[in-house]
Each structure stands twice: as C-alpha cells, then as structure tokens.
C-alpha cells in the first residue's frame, strides 16, 4: 500500500519554477489524501492572482510526480482560492494541457519555454551559491575558473547545483568544467568575478521572491501545510 | 519633511492610492475577482509592522481624513504622487481613477501631484481621453498597468503599436514621466508576466521620457536592473522593496537594496510608500535608520549615504517633476542651480 511519506517524498521533488524550491518546503501542499491507489492532493498559493502559468506547472507536475510513485492507480490534483482554479484543475485532470485550458489567453508552444527560462535562472543561481560557499572556504575566482566538476567537494550545495545543471542537459561529468554559462560554455578565467556577480543577482531575486511569498502565503491562510503539520506531529 | 539626528529630510511619496475597494462598489458577476484583488493587497499589508495593520473593512476604503493625517500629519510626506489604478472590469467606478484621486488633489493641490493614465486598447478614443486629462489636470505622468483587463483581453504591451502611439501623445504634450506597473496574468499567460523587455523598447525609443518601473520589476529584480543599467531613462520605484521587505525580512531587503545601488545606483532609485498598501511613517523611519546588517555577505555593496537617503527619500522624484524644494532641504551642491540633482560622478 502506498503511504503517505511515500506521496510527500514524491511531492518534495516538485518545484515551484519561480521559487526553486519544494512545492513541500513552501507549504504549499494542503491536503493529502489516499484510498485504495487513489490520491488526492490539494495545493494553495500565496495569493488569488499568483501567475497561472507558474501555477499549472506546480499543478501538472504534481500530478505526475504522484502518479510514478508505485502502487497509485490514479492521481487528482485541486488548487484551491485562485482566480484561474477552475481552468486550471481542468486543464491538469481532463488532460487538455495548458493551451486547451487558456484557449484564447495563449500563444503556442505550451509552456516549454518559460520553463527553460526559469531552470536557467534556478542553474546560474544555484551555481552562485556554491561559488560563494567555494570562495569563503579560500579559494580565489581564478582557481574556481581552473576547476572541473571532479575537483569540487562534494556537499549539498554542490550535488543541487549538479542536479540543476543536468536538468539543462548540459554535462555532468568529472572533467567538465565548473563554472559555465547557460548554454554549457566555459567563462574564461578573466570574466569568472562579472560573471558571479550578475549570478549573484539572480540570487537575490529568486530568494527574495521566495521570502516575500512565504510571508504571502502565512498572511493568507497562518496555518502550515501537510508537510509542516506531519514533522510537528 | 522627516528630521533625524540635525538631517532633513524632503519626502515625496512617489506611488499613492485613493481606492474605493468596497463591495458596494463590486461589478456584478465579478465580485470574486474583485474580492481577491484587495485580499491580495491584504496580504501584502501585513508584512509591515503590526501596530498598522488595518482591518479589512477600512483597508477596502478609507476616508479623506485619514489619508490627509497617515501622509502629511504622521507619514512626513511633503509632496504625494497618485498613481490610479482603474480595474474597472471589477470595480464599477473603478479601483482608483484620476477622477477619485482628483478629488483630493485639487481640494490640497499643494499637496499631491495627480498622475493619468492610457490603455492603448482604447484607440482614438482613449487618444482623446489623454488630452482632456491632461488639459483639466496638467498631468506630467501616467501610471500604466500593462496586465489590466479590458474587453476579454488580459494585458497588452508597451511594444505594442498602439503603445506607441500613446508614448508619442505623451512627448507631445510633456507627459514626461512613465511609470510602469509589472503585474500577473497578463496575456499571452504562457510568456513571462514579468517580463520587462518591452519596458527597455520604449525606452530606447524614447529617449526623452522617463520609465519609471514600479516594484522594481520584483520578482524579476534581475532582469530589471540588467536593462536599467543599459537605458539612462529608467528608474527604480521602490515601493514594494520597502514595504514588504524592509519590516518582514530585513536581511533580504539589505540584499536587494545593495543589488539596487550596485546596479542601478542612487540617483535613480525613487521611494513611495504605495500607500494605503503601507503607512509612510514607519518606511521613512526604517529607511533613514538602515544600514546592511552584520556580515560579510554584504561587503562588497556600495554603502548609502545620508545625502543617498535623501535623494531616494525625495530629491529624485522632486527633480523628475520640477517640483520647489526648499533651500535648507536641498543637497549643499544642488544649492545655486535651482533644484536640480545631478548625479555625482565617482
């Protein structure tokens, strides 16, 4: 039979794409409920008008994540308060996919390539916070310029940043260069500080985004969601 | 005008409401979006400081009495900029229009400076619009909320070439300042609602008007400062930084405030309260208090200085709007060339 941590533990691999964090972490996930294979989840947002695009994304792949967890037969996802829940929840359940829910309000393809955009975003700040952590520990951005993946210690920050890196396709292997753009092109050693620093700003901008929906998000509802209630229980 | 330790202060507020948020003023039909509209402003509410909390009933509407005493009695506003916001699909005499602000404005014209608007979906006939607005209230800027809906249409864009038209009307009858509102849910919702391209088109297109993006672009302060450091037009309203970080998460808000002076710097960064969204009194107090807490993580951030804190407090925006100020508050190098600021060359 499938359990609950079994469903959470699927759950925490969905990410909200903005945020780059657990839809789990955020609170986000409301109700969990399980019967015979059958699981039902609901989510809540930080406010009424959260971006709809962002928001089926959340909803879809939750979906999804629930449905690879062995033992589920079927998988229904409601995101609840939202101007666009109704569209939404239809799009997601009937599998008429984002296009055929906003019909009118969409230019194609799907939404592919705001993805791309937001897990660049996720890679270069995620790559930031390990250099910073890299460059605390002593070394100097010329050496971080040097290195390749096989040369890092390993740590949390460092398998993240792996796991961003490869969800860009770009390569993983142990002679692969540390620090690269995007696209998976080395930045030269004289460009490494620049580079940090506009990184640095996609940073801020992720986690200070993430902080201002935490606080949203208490404001609204001031009630954990499953996750925070099952560690206190 | 703020005093702290023997500096003054001149405060313009530079993003202010008037709305009318009640549901009698609800459209028929549309009440939950008209609902969730204020419950989202609600929320953001509440990450200032608790002592000014409101409840709901007076934050969906508030008297004249009270918006005089919060601003210019407790709030140490001198000059305040409205900033209209119609939404008239949800709201029936709409959420904020200039002729609600006007009410008020033309009843302490010293007091507030009263800002128009466009929606380039209303044609020639919004064209008009324009004129007469400016013609009755002098309008020398307009507040645009590219993500309002109008007639099924869930937001349009400042690269449109309706747009543009509208731009031109501006330069034309010196409607010079450009602030521009960076909203969800706008069309086409499978873009990025935040994106500021079209904001760094316009500005390039025209050189001679100000862009100023309210919220500076949060949540996509990345992308916003990228295109502020390359279009010398383009400014920072700081309305949400500070209202919803400052109180609530003090380390972030250092973070983005020394994001904000490396990148886009001093001279162009514009303080407002975005009030009745936040009290004035405690932002001006905090403000002219803060410096980056304890840690490395902010060393390399430009440090602001009491003469920066008045610029951002008021100086700036006084000078985008020609607007006196007082000898005694103006920055000592400023003193012999009337008001103007310009920006010190390092």
Request: some cysteine; overall charge negative; aromatic content about 12%.
């Amino acid at each position: 039979m499938t359990s609950r941590a079994e469903i959470l533990d699927a759950l925490s691999g969905v990410r909200d794409p903005e945020l780059d964090e657990p839809i789990t972490d955020l609170e986000f996930v409301s109700g969990l409920d399980i019967e015979d294979g059958a699981v039902f989840v609901r989510l809540r947002l930080p406010t009424y008008y959260c971006a709809p695009n962002f928001s089926y994304m959340m909803v879809a792949d939750a979906k999804e994540a629930m449905l690879s967890v062995p033992g589920v037969k079927s998988a229904r996802v409601v995101l609840e308060d939202h101007y666009a829940s109704g569209e939404i929840n239809a799009g997601v359940n009937d599998g008429r996919g984002f296009d055929g829910a906003f019909a009118d309000e969409t230019e194609g393809p799907d939404l592919k390539e705001l993805r791309t955009t937001f897990r660049r975003k996720a890679f270069v700040s995620r790559q930031e916070k390990l250099c910073r952590a890299l460059l605390a520990d002593g070394l100097s951005p010329e050496d971080l310029a040097e290195m390749t993946l096989g040369d890092a210690p390993i740590s949390g920050e460092f398998d993240t940043y792996l796991d961003r890196r490869a969800e860009l396709g770009l390569d993983v292997s142990e002679g692969a260069p540390l620090v690269v753009d995007p696209d998976g092109n080395r930045v030269p050693r004289e460009a490494v500080v620049a580079h940090l620093r506009f990184a640095r700003l996609t940073r801020v901008s992720i986690e200070g985004n993430a902080e201002l929906c935490r606080g949203l998000l208490a404001a609204r509802y001031g009630t954990p969601g499953v996750r925070g209630k099952e560690k206190m229980a | 005008m703020y005093e702290k330790d023997g500096e003054k202060y001149f405060v313009v507020d530079g993003h202010t409401h008037f709305w009318d948020a009640s549901p009698e003023n609800w459209v028929e039909g549309q009440e939950q979006y008209a609902k969730g509209w204020i419950e989202s402003f609600y929320g953001y509410h509440q990450l200032g400081p608790e002592e000014y909390h409101w409840p709901m009933e007076k934050y969906q509407k508030y008297s004249e009495e009270t918006m005089m005493k919060d601003l210019f009695e407790d709030g140490y506003v001198d000059k305040a900029i409205f900033q209209p916001t119609y939404l008239k699909s949800w709201y029936k005499e709409g959420f904020n229009t200039i002729e609600q602000d006007a009410t008020l404005a033309e009843k302490y014209p010293e007091k507030f400076i009263l800002n128009g608007r466009f929606d380039p979906r209303d044609g020639e006939e919004g064209l008009r619009q324009l004129e007469r607005d400016h013609e009755r209230y002098g309008i020398r800027g307009v507040k645009l909320y590219t993500a309002e809906w109008h007639n099924g249409s869930k937001g349009w864009s400042l690269k449109d070439d309706e747009a543009k038209r509208y731009l031109e009307k501006c330069e034309e009858l010196g409607i010079i300042n450009i602030h521009v509102h960076k909203g969800p849910t706008i069309w086409p919702l499978n873009k990025d609602a935040f994106d500021v391209k079209d904001v760094d088109d316009a500005a390039t297109f025209f050189p001679n008007l100000n862009f100023i993006v309210e919220h500076v672009g949060l949540p996509r302060i990345e992308d916003f400062c990228f295109m502020a450091t390359q279009e010398p037009n383009v400014y920072a309203g700081l309305s949400v930084a500070l209202g919803a970080l400052m109180h609530s998460r003090p380390r972030f808000f250092s973070r983005v405030m020394g994001e904000l002076l490396f990148w886009v710097g001093e001279d162009k960064m514009l303080w407002s309260s975005d009030y009745a969204i936040w009290h004035p009194k405690w932002q001006v107090e905090m403000f002219v208090d803060w410096d980056y807490p304890e840690g490395h993580e902010y060393d390399d951030f430009p440090r602001l200085s009491t003469e920066g804190k008045k610029k951002i407090l008021g100086l700036n925006a006084a000078r985008l709007y020609d607007i006196e100020v007082p000898t005694e508050l103006r920055l000592p190098e400023a003193d012999k060339d009337t008001q103007s600021v310009e920006p010190t060359v390092s």
